[in-house]
């Protein structure tokens, strides 16, 4: 028998209450529950990192995480990225350095570089590298992506 | 006859760098990719796969799964529709219904560890994969064929008990081997007895993975008109409907295909896997059925590129001058005649001129997954084994490789291993900008102690691929233009295709908006793959803006009430000749204030462009790689990386270049640690990200590129494709920089750090 977990959550600065199943991740609470589809599913074993978020400041992917963990949490998604300012200076550089093909290991880029400049606004291009470890992409080499994370960072 | 271009020189929208018009949608997590379909009444369905590489299925029971609470439907191949035995054209490639049918549900025997054996649909995602594991199956074992040295044994276990071989034309009954297929030209054994230096080596690869990121997902509805609508993550909605008629047993009038934005697929994504048999979970419970694959799945059942053998003997005079060249290439075509072995010929002497040539190629049923395509699918295997003998003979000899290289260089002209002649191609001008390039004329520098550093050059090609595609435009009272196409956006397709549009029309890249649509609303447009889209699609873009312009003109002289061939365009202005018969000055006017004044002039105007192209510009491509060894872990790390290659004409620069920075390092992962490793029983054991070790951000360098612009004669802007050529020489690029720095020569891919201490211990 399914036991649904009551969670009070805070998801991209608006206050969140909803049900989920004891087993659901939060990958899945996001998408499924919540409707927030910008996460995105890559492995569900945590080496893709597609599905990056910010919990409480720290990046973490989110199919390893069970939803029931995230009640009283802040938690920060690529949908929270842009405010009604205009979008943040990493979403602007990948797109001036044309920083994603498919598409679908830039909201995990973001957030995990966003959680990077958040803590250390000039990192190395070593640095980045090394932080962007834990996300993986298939079609740009990696080569635009530190360049507009760099870029980021000397523009913020 | 095929049409030719003159090449023009003064852009104003081709060559720049206008952000992707998808862009925004992409760095919001607004983009809908095809796990976030979500439509009424949704269910979900999963798959209970064969733990066994080749397995006889004795029985399937169902019984335990049906009962569990939330289980609608189950299926096993006695569901799957009766296919035609015949091979159906799916643009580039073809395939045989019943196979592919066989594949995705196995029917009387597993061929390979993860073959489906049953299909369930149940009212959410968790049940139905827990239902998956109640399904019992009752195997025999049988022996599992994981190469073709072991699938072409004498006593080989017979995987495809129906398969016919075709030998040379002779059909085989009971064999492994599907297609056996011979290239020969001039006379090699001669030319052999005649040459002054020989090179001679085999060398060995296992599948490798395209790796895309996104899984394979798909959401169909089976409706009561027998009507089948699919929204799916394919590169080719109109290539995934042709299929799915053959296997649905449905007209393609009864499929609709809906392409979601695609999370990669180098070529990964032409095959269907789980959209017929969510369409027919979909036909049994009357709901919209999802599925979406594990990554374990991924890796186990869907499309890697061949592992094999390539053998290779090349020949040169004491002029240095290759006079003969011979190679015999087996395949891993997977569970299912199919393997590329066809590419494989057209490309491996591709980079040079050789008078006599002969090529054997063997296409091998093994207990693997069905290979599929993977970016410039077969080249790269031979570019490795070819690369690296053109290396070692040139040692041998003593000459200097790049010199040899444009001393043997193929041009206009030159007969390919196939023997098809080249158009105009950039190989001799890709290998002075290699030459002339700061990386090749820049010192290497100093390793740390215990490590060595060595430099390694190769050679890539690719043909291309033309074929059909479709483009609608319509012209808004505003002055902008909807582009309406059919091809997959798979890294910035939708701008170089709408750039070429507003270079006709002379208005700005970002006032075309592109759609992608689904097979109902636009005409027949082939996969985004074989590197044709910017080409092919844009080529039709182009024809379609032409065609725009000729019914403005038509409107242009109603309007001013002028004569028609008084009428010219340029840079989006129309002009209208001063009549000097009739008295009547000369008129101007923009493509924009036309627009606003057609809409009550003459309503809606728009065009139509369809190619059919049976032939693009051939891509070559050089790389430079730089590599460090450390001696006591065997490590290799790409300290420098250059990618050289001719792409025609650059329609947005950061985009080719990033097809050359995401090819290289797909080929260096290749080069180095990719791989499929197999247990003797049959089966991967490294299916999954972490155990596959693709390269992470830490393992690369910047990669640098180098454009080269040969223009093609074929397209109006001189477009090559560019997306598969720089995969084909990171192998030999880093096994020849190997080579420099250890003095060992590896012919076994990969060139991992075990496989290096091994022969540092060795030596």
């Not at chain 2, 200097?400 to 950039?426: K, W």
């Not at chain 2, 985009?655 to 089966?683: C, D, F, P, R, T």
């Not at chain 2, 690369?700 to 997306?723: A, C, D, F, S």
Request: hydrophobic share 35%; proline share 5%; with cysteine.
């Amino acid at each position: 028998m399914t036991t649904n977990i009551h969670i009070t959550t805070k998801i991209n600065n608006q206050p969140y209450e909803f049900l989920a199943p004891s087993y659901m991740s939060l990958l899945d609470a996001l998408r499924e529950i919540v409707g927030l589809t910008g996460t995105k599913e890559g492995c569900l074993d945590g080496n893709c990192g597609a599905c990056t978020v910010n919990i409480d400041g720290r990046i973490v992917d989110s199919c390893l995480v069970l939803a029931a963990e995230i009640d009283g949490c802040d938690v920060q998604t690529v949908e929270g990225l842009a405010t009604s300012e205009g979008l943040h200076p990493l979403q602007k550089a990948f797109l001036e350095e044309a920083a994603l093909q498919c598409g679908i290991c830039t909201p995990g880029f973001l957030v995990a570089a966003k959680g990077l400049l958040d803590n250390e606004p000039n990192p190395s291009e070593h640095r980045i590298r090394h932080w962007l470890a834990g996300n993986l992409c298939r079609c740009t080499g990696y080569d635009k992506i530190v360049k507009a994370v760099q870029k980021a960072a000397s523009e913020s | 006859m095929v049409q030719t271009f003159k090449q023009q020189s003064n852009f104003k929208v081709i060559g720049t760098r206008p952000v992707r018009h998808d862009g925004f949608d992409k760095v919001t997590g607004r983009a809908i990719y095809a796990g976030d379909v979500k439509l009424p009444g949704l269910i979900w369905g999963a798959l209970a796969r064969s733990p066994h590489a080749h397995a006889k299925i004795k029985s399937i029971d169902t019984s335990v799964a049906e009962k569990i609470d939330g289980v609608l439907a189950i299926i096993t191949s006695k569901d799957m529709p009766e296919t035609e035995d015949k091979m159906i054209d799916l643009g580039e490639g073809d395939e045989n219904p019943r196979w592919t049918s066989n594949k995705l549900m196995a029917g009387d025997k597993a061929l390979y560890k993860g073959h489906p054996v049953a299909a369930i649909a149940a009212v959410d995602r968790y049940t139905a994969e827990q239902a998956a594991t109640k399904i019992k199956v009752e195997y025999e074992i049988l022996e599992a064929h994981n190469d073709v040295d072991s699938a072409l044994e004498k006593d080989a276990t017979i995987i495809l008990e129906t398969l016919v071989g075709d030998d040379l034309g002779e059909e085989v009954k009971n064999t492994n081997m599907a297609t056996h297929e011979k290239h020969d030209f001039g006379d090699v054994d001669k030319a052999f007895t005649e040459a002054a230096f020989i090179e001679e080596n085999t060398y060995t690869m296992q599948m490798v993975h395209q790796g895309y990121i996104e899984p394979h997902m798909a959401t169909a509805f089976w409706d009561e008109e027998d009507r089948v609508k699919i929204w799916t993550g394919t590169q080719g909605a109109f290539t995934a409907r042709t299929a799915l008629s053959g296997l649905l047993k449905l007209d393609v009038s009864r499929i609709k295909v809906t392409p979601c934005e695609i999370g990669g697929g180098f070529g990964g994504k032409i095959p269907v896997y789980l959209e017929p048999i969510a369409a027919l979970l979909s036909k049994k419970t009357g709901r919209p059925v999802k599925m979406v694959m594990e990554r374990t799945a991924v890796f186990e059942t869907t499309g890697p590129t061949p592992g094999g053998k390539v053998w290779v003997k090349i020949g040169a005079d004491k002029n240095g001058k290759l006079i003969a060249a011979e190679s015999k290439i087996w395949f891993e075509a997977g569970c299912n005649p199919g393997s590329m072995i066809g590419p494989a010929a057209q490309c491996i002497y591709a980079p040079y001129d050789i008078p006599n040539t002969r090529i054997d190629t063997y296409d091998v049923i093994v207990n693997k997954p069905k290979v599929a395509a993977y970016r410039a699918p077969g080249s790269p295997q031979v570019a490795f084994a070819m690369e690296s003998a053109v290396n070692d003979l040139c040692e041998k000899a003593g000459w200097d490789s790049m010199e040899f290289r444009m001393n043997n260089a193929s041009d206009q002209g030159t007969r390919r291993g196939d023997g098809v002649r080249f158009s105009v191609i950039g190989t001799k001008e890709v290998i002075n900008a290699t030459k002339n390039s700061e990386h090749w004329n820049s010192d290497i520098g100093q390793p740390e102690e215990g490590k060595v550093r060595g430099r390694g050059i190769s050679h890539g090609y690719w043909f291309n691929i033309g074929l059909k595609s479709s483009v609608n435009l319509n012209v808004n009272k505003d002055g902008t233009v909807t582009l309406i196409e059919g091809s997959t956006d798979i890294g910035g397709s939708r701008s170089s295709i709408s750039m070429q549009a507003a270079e006709v029309l002379g208005i700005p890249a970002e006032d075309v908006r592109p759609s992608i649509v689904d097979t109902d609303s636009v005409g027949y447009t082939d996969v985004t793959g074989g590197s044709r889209t910017t080409y092919a699609t844009g080529f039709a873009a182009w024809k379609a803006a032409n065609n725009l312009v000729s019914e403005l003109k038509n409107q242009v002289a109603l309007y001013f009430d002028r004569k028609l061939e008084d009428v010219s365009f340029d840079s989006g202005v129309f002009t209208v000749k001063t009549d000097t018969v009739n008295e009547k000055p000369e008129k101007t006017i923009s493509f924009k204030e036309l627009a606003e004044k057609l809409y009550d002039f003459c309503g809606p105007v728009n065009s139509v462009g369809s190619v059919d192209l049976e032939s693009a510009g051939d891509g070559f491509g050089m790389h430079i790689a730089d590599v460090e060894i450390d001696l006591s872990t065997g490590k290799t790390d790409v300290i420098r990386y250059t990618a050289v290659q001719d792409v025609g004409k650059a329609i947005h620069p950061s985009y080719v270049e990033g097809q050359m920075q995401g090819g290289s390092a797909q080929g260096i992962g290749w080069a180095l640690n990719e791989e499929y490793y197999m247990k003797e029983e049959g089966g991967m054991v490294n299916s999954s990200f972490l155990d596959y070790r693709m390269p992470t951000s830490l393992d690369l360098p910047n990669i640098e590129t180098i454009l080269v612009e040969v223009p093609t004669p074929l397209h109006p802007y001189g477009v090559r494709g560019v997306g598969e050529v720089p995969i084909c020489p990171p192998l030999a690029a880093i096994g020849n920089a190997l080579k420099d720095a250890l003095d060992i020569r590896f012919t076994d891919l990969p060139m991992n750090p075990a496989k290096i201490v091994k022969a540092l211990t060795k030596k």
